[in-house]
């Protein structure tokens, strides 16, 4: 009998663990079909996705950062809405804010003009070129899913999800993300150049006459079962161990921390770090066939969870050291429990 | 469940069975550190030693100490020798236990006993076979480094620091693999790193513990199933284990230790010679119990006894002064008979003695005071040469004050260049001129009465030192003309010159400089003399006033342009209507119509 009610149970969740695989790929294949290469990309947009997390895409200009999460929106079915951060925008020009109108009675009344933050998928085109001012009216809407305005608080529709972009390059007329903003993205994600053998292909897809259609895979309500699926997914203490020491290794002071991040950071992983290494791994042991995550989980998604969260001091800026040449170190000392090496 | 419960229960076990033969990895990660330590602690403590040797030898005998290099050198080659072979040792093993098969222990451990025998016993053999050649008479003089400067305990010790981590991981290897237990995570571990399981056993593990296990826990269970079987099934094969971690050891210790023993060694470089006064002091025990405090002197050296009758105190009373002489003798007596016999031999190696400190060495060696009653001994076969030598001195004497009147009288009066002048004042010129002279009279002496002649030498120069008249003050002369020049040039000396303040050629000397030395010393030194402060010259200058035009301000003219705007103070409301009001007030009053 228990073992009957057993292997329910288990059929169940592998039914639930191969949907949200199949979801997973599906929309990948379908975001393929305009993007061209940008694998790790387009896994890493959707795990955000689908883990409940934000997204911060760096890259030079016409790598396809906007086209990735535009094709994304198509495919996912989900309100999408686009802000075209520049120096002179306000907080209001985002959020909303209260304008007057006419009555049908020939009157006037203050209502209120919802910004364009009010969706679910926001693509936050060059954020980095809005004032701080502007960029922190982001911080309530990404952390408590909630904006406010005078004393109006509304509260945003699930799933919601900023995936935002900047530009490394261009420094002049930008400001830098606020630490405090940087710490909400569950990922910053690097686009890099496509490979040779990828160019004729964006040739063919850009300049053709055939235009590409994006298809709805699925709708915000699926994407909330999956999210709850993936939450579902069970984490052995080792691999809790070994995410928080992880994380423990970015801070500067800490007994984990290795040498070079000692010498090169200036501030580490807040626990949010392990936060998003646990959701990140939960996607990653689902897309595995599994229903635990391991440490190699954890150690796959660490570049992309931890790179924003190290602040690098003046020193490792004078010496080009990456946040991700400080990962590789960690991910080398800090051994994973029970290792036998 | 219950046969994935079995299945992980024989995979712990034989996980662990496997992994126990890694216990000597984990031995040589444990003994690195104390390699360093031991290596750091073996040096301190024979700086301690030596450093305690060098105090005893001072407290004993020695007074004035000189430093040879040539032992330093063969301290720093056995420093850098030993401090280096300590760690070498432990490489040696390490390469010769083939890293790659850390969990062979057995073998590897017999693979590295002949490199470690071969240790053992180098230092010992070494030790032997120099120890024979210092002994061969003929190279007796060629010390290898040995000897004093390593003993055979400092060797012995060196072979225990090589020693003591071999013994440590053999120790900890053995029972590791004969007691040791393996944590059961480790072993599923092993499993799942070798099949690439991905962690599905250690996770399988520890939800089958839980008494409520969530939907994908038990998945995660029911998928470690299969996985267990395949792995009961597998044969593990030799694992390639990374070297064993020894990045911690303490290579600043290592140097440390080099440095330290370097300089313990570098004390053997210090000679010690013993004081030509002498030291041996008067023991408690001979002292009067029943004498008072005020009675009781203070340690008398025999070499005193002369100096004290030549030169008497006038103020200190005869009883008094005998006193300590008495006490002496009585020391003497009990003494010299039982130390001549070593006192002779002391005599006889007196550079072995200063070298190495014998004394304190003697004293070391459960023999009380014989270092003391080396030097009483000494003192007494001095005191009998003083009895042979006595007629000798006393021609000798006489000699030199014929010698020092006839000087007397030949010499002129300003040539001496003596803060004491002439007269009963020049007796530290005397003195000195004697010095000289005994000098080069005891350079043609035979070698054998060199060294009485030198001590009588001493004496007498102290006496003469001590019953030297203080310079009359009331009988110098006036100083010469003084003709001095800057920088020295054009120097000439005067002819009349007598040694004060004028360009006499010595340099006059006064106050402590007379004390230090009797030898007259030309002042050689020519350099541009100090020029002083800088004079500030102030000058009365004398205003000239300066040639203005003046113009009358007829001649100016009219002025064309207008004068402008003329700025007006802003008012406060209080006071614009006060001289509103006064104004109002005003022309009311002119009003003929009001």
């Known amino acids: 009998m228990a073992n009957q009610a057993t292997t329910q149970v288990d059929s169940a969740v592998a039914a639930q663990a191969g949907h949200f695989k199949q979801v997973f790929h599906e929309i990948r294949a379908e975001v393929q079909k305009m993007m061209v290469g940008q694998t790790a990309v387009i896994d890493g947009v959707l795990t955000a996705l689908l883990a409940g997390g934000h997204v911060l895409l760096e890259g030079v200009p016409g790598l396809g950062k906007t086209m990735i999460v535009r094709c994304l929106s198509d495919a996912v079915h989900l309100h999408f809405s686009r802000i075209q951060f520049t120096p002179d925008m306000m907080p209001a020009d985002i959020q909303g804010t209260m304008v007057l109108t006419e009555t049908s ?59 935002a972009t900047q530009n490394p390059v261009e420094q002049e007329g930008t400001y830098p993300l606020p630490e405090a903003q940087l710490d909400r993205f569950l990922f910053k994600l690097i686009v890099d150049y496509p490979e040779e053998h990828e160019y004729a292909d964006i040739v063919d897809r850009t300049t053709g006459s055939e235009t590409v259609e994006i298809k709805p895979i699925t709708d915000g309500k699926t994407i909330l079962e999956l999210r709850e699926v993936a939450r579902a997914v069970a984490v052995p203490q080792n691999v809790k161990s070994y995410a928080v020491q992880l994380v ?20 580490g992983s807040s626990p949010r770090g392990v936060q998003g290494l646990m959701l990140a791994g939960k996607v990653q042991a689902l897309l595995n066939d599994r229903f635990a995550v391991s440490t190699d989980d954890v150690k796959t998604v660490a570049h992309g969870v931890l790179r924003h969260r190290l602040i690098l001091n003046f020193q490792a800026q004078a010496t080009n050291v990456t946040p991700d040449q400080l990962i590789d170190d960690i991910l080398e000392q800090v051994k994973t429990p029970h290792a036998v090496d | 469940m219950n046969e994935l419960r079995r299945n992980l229960d024989l995979l712990a076990r034989k996980g662990s069975r496997y992994l126990r033969r890694f216990a000597l990895k984990g031995a040589m990660e444990r003994a690195w550190p104390l390699v360093g330590i031991v290596a750091l602690l073996f040096p301190l403590g024979y700086f301690g030693f030596r450093c305690y040797e060098i105090y005893a030898a001072f407290q004993t005998t020695a007074v004035s100490a000189s430093f040879s290099l040539v032992p330093v050198g063969w301290g720093l080659l056995w420093t850098v020798v030993i401090a280096l072979l300590i760690p070498a040792a432990f490489w040696l093993v390490l390469y010769a236990l083939d890293y790659r098969r850390y969990h062979e222990a057995k073998q590897s451990l017999e693979r590295a006993w002949p490199i470690v025998f071969l240790l053992a016993i180098a230092f010992p053999a070494g030790y032997f076979v120099s120890y024979l050649f210092a002994n061969l008479g003929q190279y007796a003089t060629v010390s290898y480094g040995f000897g004093p400067f390593l003993s055979l305990a400092v060797l012995l010790a060196v072979v225990l620091v090589v020693a003591i981590p071999v013994v440590f991981i053999g120790l ?166 039982s130390s001549l016999a070593q006192s002779e031999e002391a005599q006889s190696v007196p550079q072995q003695t200063s070298e190495s400190g014998l004394s304190a060495s ?183 006033p300066n040639q203005v035009q003046t113009a009358n301000s007829e001649n100016r003219g009219q002025m064309d342009d207008s004068v402008g705007t003329f700025s007006r103070t802003e008012l406060k409301p209080w006071m614009r209507d006060v001289a509103k009001k006064y104004f109002l007030d005003l022309r009311q009053n002119n009003n003929p119509d009001n």
């Open chain 1, 105 to 163: 009675g020939g009157g006037h009344e203050l209502t209120f003009q919802q910004g364009p933050l009010i969706s679910n998928l926001i693509l936050a085109d060059e954020i980095n070129r809005a004032t701080p001012k502007t960029q922190s009216a982001l911080l309530e809407a990404m952390q408590e899913k909630q904006v406010t305005v005078g004393s109006r608080t509304i509260h945003l529709e699930e799933p919601y999800c900023v995936m």
């Open chain 2, 172 to 337: 900890w290897a053995f029972f590791g693999f004969s007691f040791g237990r393996v944590d059961r995570q480790t072993s599923l571990a092993l499993f799942d790193r070798e099949l690439g399981l991905k962690d599905r056993l250690q996770s399988a593990d520890e939800f089958r513990l839980k008494e409520q296990a969530t939907p994908f826990e038990q998945a995660a269970i029911t998928d470690a199933m299969p996985h267990a079987e395949k792995a009961l099934e597998t044969p593990l094969a030799d694992i390639d284990i990374a070297k064993p971690a020894m990045d911690t050891i303490k290579w600043p210790m290592v140097f440390a230790a080099m440095f330290i023993f370097a300089l313990g060694l570098s004390t053997n470089g210090l000679q010690f010679e013993r004081s030509p006064l002498g030291v041996a002091m008067v023991e408690p025990d001979h002292v009067d119990p029943h004498q008072s405090e005020e009675e009781i002197k203070p340690p008398v050296f025999p070499e005193d006894k002369s100096t004290e009758h030549d030169v008497p105190e006038p103020d200190s009373p005869v009883a008094e002064e005998q006193k300590p002489t008495e006490m002496k003798k009585a020391t003497e007596a009990t003494n010299s008979e």
């Open chain 2, 362 to 544: 003697a004293s070391k060696q459960n023999q009380p005071g014989q270092a003391a009653s080396n030097i009483a001994g000494l003192g007494n076969e001095k005191q009998q040469k003083e009895e042979e030598v006595e007629p000798k001195k006393q021609t000798r004497k006489n000699q030199q004050e014929k010698e020092n009147k006839s000087k007397e009288e030949e010499k002129d009066d300003s040539a001496s260049g003596i803060a004491g002048g002439k007269g009963t004042g020049s007796g530290r010129q005397s003195a000195s001129t004697e010095m000289l002279e005994q000098h080069s009279r005891s350079r043609e002496d035979d070698f054998d009465q060199d060294v009485d002649q030198e001590s009588d030498d001493e004496e007498d120069e102290e006496q003469e030192a001590a019953s030297a008249a203080k310079p009359m003050l009331n009988q110098r002369k006036a100083p010469v003309d003084r003709q001095l020049t800057p920088s020295g040039v054009g120097f000439e000396e005067n002819e009349e010159a007598n040694g004060r303040s004028g360009p006499g050629g010595l340099k006059k000397t006064r106050g402590v400089a007379a004390m230090l030395l009797g030898v007259p010393m030309p002042d050689k030194l020519r350099s541009q003399i100090n020029v002083g402060r800088i004079k500030v010259q102030r000058e009365r200058s004398v205003p000239i």
């Open chain 1, 248 to 267: 423990m290794a970015t801070q500067p002071e800490s007994r984990y921390a290795p040498e070079s991040v000692s010498k090169y950071t200036l501030l």
